[in-house]
């Protein structure tokens, strides 16, 4: 793998920045997540975008992999906190006596060769949580269980209870210290961290962050001479005044309707919601003739600029 590789599949410069890597993931993950896009080699795609995001999105990652073109025999431990996929490899490498090698080594993982022998960490597990819309907004407890191994070697099923934070993403990770594989020579246990898998809204809500979006019909005449309607928000239904002469395919944004911010969820996010008009397909002959009282009254321009 050379070193521009990565950066390709994320249609980025190798010189982006940090933020530039983050929305260039997002965008892409998003569009090529196996729960939402059933193409031919979209699975396949999705795994390449994530590869790349788990180096690009590591400074320390990406600052060998910019150097090296690779991380092989890069320490485990995987990221904490909230981000992208972190790396899920076991303890440190072995390198046997191969002490010419030492020097490049060493520069390499920032140290010389280690005692095999000595402790080391367990290997991190990855665990997949599916979620709902409105779960991943609003968060939940809950309990899962998964198999790892213990310091005898066996296989132990745990069981393990889990808060979900209120505003998570799609691809996001929680990591829960020493829950992981057991270590070796009576080392730590590794990690193991939670990746969530958000389903997309029933209610055709759409989100990026805090904020919700969706979109929603309005008939002519509350278009034309304004009025109030009721929008559905991940918070419930909310009022809504219209102004009179309202375009089609105008926002509106609902102040702190949203979701809550993850890190602050004290805070929620806007909902902004799009009006689009919608002209009736069939009129009786009451409102058929409305309409066309009303034509009468306007200019040929008007009539263009209102109908056009």
Do not use: C, W
């Amino acid at each position: 793998m050379n070193n521009t590789e990565l950066y390709e599949r994320l249609g980025i410069d190798k010189n982006a920045s940090q933020d530039e890597i983050k929305k260039a993931y997002r965008k892409l993950s998003k569009k090529y997540h196996p729960d939402i896009n059933h193409e031919a080699g979209a699975e396949e795609k999705y795994k390449e975008v994530q590869e790349a995001y788990e180096t690009l999105g590591d400074e320390q990652k990406r600052a060998m992999y910019d150097q090296y073109g690779a991380t092989d025999g890069q320490p485990g431990g995987g990221q904490g906190g909230f981000g992208g996929f972190g790396g899920f490899g076991g303890g440190g490498a072995q390198y046997g006596d191969f002490s010419d090698l030492g020097d490049i080594f060493s520069q390499m993982f920032g140290g010389g060769f280690q005692d095999p022998n000595r402790p080391r960490k367990g290997q991190d597990l990855q665990y997949r949580m599916n979620l709902t819309f409105e779960e991943a907004v609003f968060g939940k407890d809950t309990t899962i269980s998964y198999t790892r191994s213990t310091d005898d070697g066996k296989q132990e099923s745990k069981e393990l209870k889990v808060t979900v934070p209120a505003g998570v993403e799609n691809g996001q990770q929680m990591r829960l210290s020493g829950q992981g594989e057991a270590g070796f020579n009576g080392g730590p246990y590794g990690d193991l961290f939670v990746v969530f898998h958000v389903a997309p809204s029933k209610d055709g809500f759409e989100r990026e962050g805090a904020t919700v979006y969706s979109r929603m019909g309005v008939d002519f005449a509350t278009a034309t001479l304004g009025g109030e309607i009721s929008v559905k928000t991940v918070n419930g239904e909310v009022k809504l005044k219209v102004p009179a002469g309202t375009a089609t395919e105008t926002n509106f944004r609902l102040r702190g309707k949203g979701a809550p911010h993850m890190r602050n969820n004290n805070n929620n996010g806007d909902h902004i919601v799009t009006l689009y008009v919608e002209v009736p397909k069939k009129l009786n002959k009451e409102q058929k003739k409305a309409l066309e009282a009303f034509r009468e009254t306007m200019t040929g321009e008007h009539k263009k600029g209102f109908f056009g």
